[in-house]
């Protein structure tokens, strides 16, 4: 699978978007011109490609003229609203529990993300790096990952710590001045492989907010997409009425061409139609179980262009028709 096909959460980016609502900013204009209006964005838990999301970073530094994404939404961002994964992380029992349990699962959150834990006697690194080829938006979306580690700390350790050293891919540095006390006390390092951040291996045993024991009971398997099959569902599923139901349109989102994305599919032993055909067939059971959503509204959703399309298909998939099989449910 092309590297450069990565999925991120909603929940990443929501404090971005909310803090540009809250002054003033029309953000649906820039959801539009990244294509990003495409999908259902208030839910944390769904999944967006990361192409998109650089083309919306790179949108807001250019109409907003903002550089420093650090400085504008660094007091936004909070752990522990982003998704399953920032709250398990915020209630780990301790720092240590918190970083190991980050590392493991990263990629619940950004498929294309990564996280190494070190310790090297006294000294304690965490960096964190992604594995697709660099590209216009993404420094921006480094920043704000920065900020989600950095905030992990802070809810340890307090708004006085300071971190010994912090190591940046860019050649820029942000502002740190409104949320360290004293950034000269801060070694800077600029052009790093990894952006990370170093501390006394002493405070890795520094409580966080709870007491969850960190176990894969947590996570469900099927929630962490990593096969291109359920990169599509995961899309599909995110997506307003299915509106990325259309291998093309998909394949420009996955950043692959329609040939490979075919190609690709097909050495799995499948295709865009029987990725999408399987989806809609699973979605379509778990819509009926709500008896307040009709028929009509049900095939919308799945992305038919009418309710007897739907009523085909479903009776292709069971048999029997959507109401019958609600009547016997």
């Given at each position: 699978m092309n590297t450069d096909a990565h999925l991120i959460q909603c929940g990443f980016f929501q404090p971005v978007l909310e803090t540009l609502r809250q002054s003033g900013v029309n953000t649906e204009k820039l959801l539009l011109k990244s294509s990003l209006s495409r999908f259902d964005l208030d839910s944390?838990?769904?999944?967006?490609?990361?192409?998109?999301?650089?083309?919306?970073?790179?949108?807001i530094s250019k109409s907003q003229g903002i550089d420093d994404f650090y400085d504008c939404f660094a007091a936004e961002i909070d752990v522990q609203n982003l998704s399953d994964f920032g709250e398990?992380?915020?209630?780990?029992?301790?720092l240590l529990s918190a970083a190991r349990f980050a590392e493991k699962n990263i990629t619940m959150l950004m498929t294309h993300g990564r996280m190494r834990l070190?310790?090297?006697?006294?000294?304690?690194?965490?960096?964190?790096?992604?594995?697709?080829?660099?590209?216009?938006?993404?420094d921006f979306?480094?920043?704000?990952?920065?900020?989600?580690?950095?905030?992990?700390?802070?809810?340890?350790?307090?708004?006085d710590w300071t971190p010994l050293e912090i190591h940046l891919q860019s050649?820029?540095?942000?502002?740190?001045?409104?949320?360290?006390?004293?950034?000269r006390n801060i070694r800077i390092l600029l052009g790093q492989p990894v952006t990370a951040v170093v501390v006394p291996t002493a405070i890795m045993r520094t409580p966080m907010m709870g007491?969850?024991?960190?176990?894969?009971?947590?996570?469900?398997?099927d929630s962490i997409p990593g096969t291109l099959p359920q990169f599509i569902e995961k899309l599909l599923a995110s997506s307003k009425n299915a509106q990325v139901a259309n291998m093309g349109l998909m394949a420009d989102m996955l950043d692959i061409s329609p040939r490979t994305l075919r190609r690709k599919l097909s050495e799995l032993d499948t295709t865009f139609f029987e990725v999408v055909d399987s989806w809609r067939f699973k979605s379509s059971l778990e819509l009926l179980e709500d008896e307040q959503a009709g028929v009509n509204e049900i095939?919308?959703?799945?992305?038919?262009?009418?309710?007897?399309?739907?009523?085909?298909?479903?009776?292709?998939?069971?048999?029997?028709?959507?109401g019958n099989y609600r009547d016997l449910m």
């Open positions: 944390s838990e769904n999944y967006v490609p990361i192409n998109l999301l650089y083309a919306l970073m790179l949108e398990i992380t915020a209630f780990a029992p301790d070190e310790i090297d006697g006294p000294i304690c690194k965490v960096s964190q790096w992604y594995i697709d080829a660099p590209k216009p938006g993404r979306v480094d920043y704000v990952d920065l900020c989600y580690l950095l905030n992990a700390f802070r809810i340890a350790m307090g708004a050649q820029i540095a942000p502002d740190f001045d409104n949320l360290f006390p004293d950034v007491d969850v024991s960190l176990d894969s009971n947590h996570l469900a398997t095939a919308e959703r799945l992305g038919y262009a009418n309710t007897p399309n739907f009523e085909r298909a479903f009776k292709r998939w069971t048999g029997t028709s959507p």
